[in-house]
């Protein structure tokens, strides 16, 4: 199983790029467990040591097998429980041990907990990965198989050693409660579950990073395509998060000077199953409009929709090709549909 089998239906809920954070571990003399939900791969600094010894881009605890500290313990493990940036229920996990070799764990396992708030002490963990063998300098990939929702999970490894990256793949749970009736919400948004489903390119960068919550950092933090030499054009096509109307569209090029796309326009469907090419009546929202470098560009006016026609799926269509930045459709959301 390959990370890729999980990137492209679901999004990495322990990110900190959504707002995922390492709150506590039993140990990280050797590496900070801070450096487990980062976004970029994992590194390494050949004879680059600090007080502690090698330098390691990932969580590392001391050794503790056979040592007289860990006799005297109940725990035949260390841990590290985070919090999710966006609550939801987990169908992958991959416990990357890249750049680890001769300090990985022999075994790890993760629980999950559902807390309203703060995790107290009287959290109820519960199984989402049994102890299972994981290999050295390695994508160590699971199919989760509870799906119980959780906004925090735990992660054990056996005995002790260091993880450069836990991503965990899943389906946001957007929670109603934290709406009020009538409210309008980006509903493209990774929060909500907006994720793309497919698209004509992305040499350059993954198209979901449209979908993030924070403005774009860099022209690394958007969807940019190769450059094209027919007379076709790129698009990507977005699964809302949420079923619901469009009463407003946002578009930024932010970062984009000599590389954004020309003209862009943008349609919608609404789909029951997982999008495929067949028999999909994809209907206007917006003309094919030109683009400007850098800029953040509102349509409201723009929009040929009816204002209460519901849709699940968006085609951002760009001419020829170039960088986005990040897309946002407003609108207001059916709950009947959510889970």
């Not at 506590?24 to 050797?30: I, R, T, V």
């Not at 836990?166 to 579950?193: K, N």
């Not at 090419?277 to 929709?305: C, G, M, R, Y």
Request: charged share 25%; with cysteine.
């Amino acid at each position: 199983m390959r990370p890729e089998d999980f990137q492209r239906d679901f999004t990495d809920l322990v990110s900190e790029r959504v707002g995922g954070k390492a709150l506590a571990c039993s140990d990280q003399w050797f590496a900070e467990c801070t450096n487990l939900v980062k976004h970029e791969e994992p590194i390494f600094k050949k004879g680059h040591f600090i007080a502690t010894g090698q330098w390691m881009d990932g969580w590392e605890s001391r050794r503790s097998f056979g040592r007289r500290a860990r006799a005297k313990s109940d725990l035949d493990h260390d841990w590290c429980v985070l919090r999710l940036g966006i609550a939801g229920e987990l169908h992958g996990i991959d416990i990357e041990t890249t750049h680890f070799t001769g300090n990985a764990p022999l075994f790890a396992a993760v629980e999950g907990a559902w807390a309203i708030g703060a995790l107290d002490e009287d959290a109820e963990w519960f199984e989402l990965l049994p102890k299972s063998p994981t290999e050295a300098d390695s994508h160590n990939v699971f199919a989760i198989h509870e799906q119980r929702p959780c906004t925090h999970i735990r992660l054990k490894i056996y005995p002790d050693g260091g993880v450069a990256r836990l991503r965990t793949w899943g389906r946001p749970l957007p929670r109603r409660e934290h709406y009020v009736p009538g409210e309008i919400l980006d509903l493209a948004s990774v929060v909500l579950g907006g994720h793309v489903q497919q698209c004509s390119d992305m040499f350059y960068s993954s198209p979901n990073n449209l979908l993030m919550p924070y403005v774009g950092t860099n022209m690394g933090d958007g969807w940019e395509t190769k450059r094209r030499r027919d007379e076709d054009n790129d698009w990507c096509i977005v699964r809302l998060g949420l079923k619901g109307t469009i009463r407003k569209v946002l578009i930024d090029t932010a970062h984009y000077l000599g590389n954004y796309p020309d003209h862009f326009s943008l349609e919608a469907a609404s789909i029951n199953e997982h999008y495929t090419d067949s028999n999909t009546e994809w209907v206007k929202v917006i003309d094919k409009t030109p683009l400007q470098a850098d800029l953040i560009h509102l349509f409201i006016d723009e929009i040929l929709v009816r204002p209460q026609q519901h849709f699940t799926h968006v085609r951002l269509n760009i001419f020829p090709d170039g960088g986005i930045s990040r897309l946002r459709i407003i609108g207001e959301p059916d709950w009947t549909d959510a889970s």
